[in-house]
């Protein structure tokens, strides 16, 4: 188990991975399902304008900045939360381990998202995307938090 300001330092860089490519499955997956790329990450801002968010579709300060912003923090929260607890796993640098902690993480994650969160909190790209493209989302994900962790140890 990796101490909390280990886990802090390296958890900032899985958490701008796993965003990064979390946020480009989005914006592919919203352009393939609904028509726009913006419309998963707008509707993430629903914490703040409610379902006037999720309506959006075109590209806005308004409601794509803070979608994006939150769901960078909630990435970085997760990889966090990662490093502290898979840490030991993960700093033996094997390809399999990083992959499986990840994974595991990604899906804990997607349930604590729509099983232990309440509505008003949860993350609203399921608002235009199909479960398979959620799990893609979090497969997305679960590589970003994979590739921060072996970006972190690699010498």
Known sequence: MQNWN?????????????????????????KKEVGSAYAPTNAVSHWIYGDKAARHSGPSMRYTIPGYLIHHASATFWSILFERFAGKYLDRKTPVGMLTASAAT????????????????????????????????YAGFALGLAAGAALMRRK
């Open 6 to 30: 280990a886990a802090l330092q390296r958890g900032l860089i899985g958490g701008a991975t796993s965003s990064i490519l979390s946020t480009v499955a989005l914006a592919a997956l919203g």
């Open 106 to 137: 990604a899906a804990f994650a997607c349930f604590a998202d729509y099983q232990l969160t309440p509505k008003r909190l949860q993350p609203g790209y399921e608002k235009h995307l199909s479960k398979p493209s959620l799990a893609i989302v």
